[in-house]
């Protein structure tokens, strides 16, 4: 029998903005100018700093991707996909390195190994404060053609030593047939949100645990999709979320119809139902993103608001409620601060790719793949300013 579901009250409960449309789950103001396509016109966020977790000399894994940070036991870990020179390539793995201090990083380590048919990637990771958890999206062969996928997890007390992967389990105890997105954190009261993209194929779904490791008790909440042009895929994918003061989540989606929008669906019951999502008029690169909530509560959102296919500049974008966001700042930009793409691959173009979040100390690190080939992270101070006061 399924659980009763008892909600804890999470977030204290604020009114909206008067002139907010119940529909619409946020505005952004016109902020960006695509005449500047390498900037968009923007300013640089403060103090912002860039490093390197790996770099692929000739001789090394020349594909990288996924790239998900977390803290852990006074490390920082970080986590991609990686093969030598294509994108999901047979040869796949999973790695990850650690670092005391955000800027040097530890020699790469496998967390998965080269075994059986399909391959495996990023997952992202969680932990309750005492063991880490690694998540792992599996790829078997395609079936009739159609993609499936699930996902594992490993733990670790120590950060070097890893259990057997053992399945991510619903609530009643069945796997979870679904690919995790890597954007899993938690409500102010403890409660974990994310999605996992269901089979058959690729539907997203977002979905929420009370369980405070995160590797079973999930539960996948209510909401009615898109139509979607593809039968095994749907329109919403790779999604982050954040909260607005009224005390509702707001999930933000890929849109893959190629609108170069972002899509977005609210929940008003901490997870359990979803409105049907809606276009939001803020430019998207059709690429994975990030979002969440600073300490303060102030919302933000991490892609590329290039509106095509262009994945830069790299953009943080910011609301002091998560009604209405009024300003953004670049981490990285186009032109001479994108290096060189040095190494061909299938599916690797310029850019700025799938980035993740995490706060850690006194930062905000945002992780990404640059090229596809190079693991790096920009992190920004959480009190320079970004933060919204009102004068």
Known sequence: MKPARIIPLLLSVALASCDQVDDVPFRVLQLFDHGQPETLGLPWAAG??????????KN?????????????????????????????????????????????????????????????????????????????????????????????????VDGTNWTRPQDVKYYDGRPVLGIIEQDVHALPGGRLITAF??????????????????????????????????????????????????????????????????????????GLTWTTPVVVDTPDSRSKQSAGNLPDGTAFMVNNPSGNRSRWPLVITLSSDGFLFDRAYLLRSGGDDLQPLRYPGRYKSKGYSYPKSVIWGDYLYVSYATNKEDVELTRIKLDFGLTYHTD
Do not use: C
């Open 197 to 270: 993209h269901i089979q058959p194929g690729l539907t997203a779904t977002p979905f929420y645990n009370d369980d405070p490791l995160g590797i079973s008790g999930w539960t996948p909440g209510e909401m009615r999709h898109l139509p979607s042009s593809d039968p095994y895929m749907s329109r919403e994918l790779e999604p982050g979320w954040f909260y607005r003061n009224d005390g509702a989540v707001v999930m933000i989606f890929r849109d893959q119809q190629g609108t170069f929008r972002k899509l977005a669906s609210v929940s008003r019951d901490n």
């Open 48 to 57: 912002a700093e860039t490093f390197t977790i790996f770099s692929p000399g």
């Open 60 to 156: 090394d894994n020349r594909y990288n991707h996924g790239v998900v940070l977390f803290p852990f036991k006074g490390m920082l870990y970080a986590q991609w996909q990686s093969s030598a020179a294509d994108e999901d390539a047979d040869d796949t793995q999973v790695f990850y390195s650690r670092s005391a201090d955000g800027e040097t990083w530890e020699k790469p380590s496998p967390l998965t190994a080269k075994t059986g048919p399909g391959i495996r990637t990023s997952g992202g990771w969680w932990s309750d404060g005492q063991t880490l958890v690694a998540y792992i999206n599996v790829w078997p062969e395609t079936k009739n053609g159609v993609r499936v996928g699930f996902t594992e997890y490993v733990t670790s």
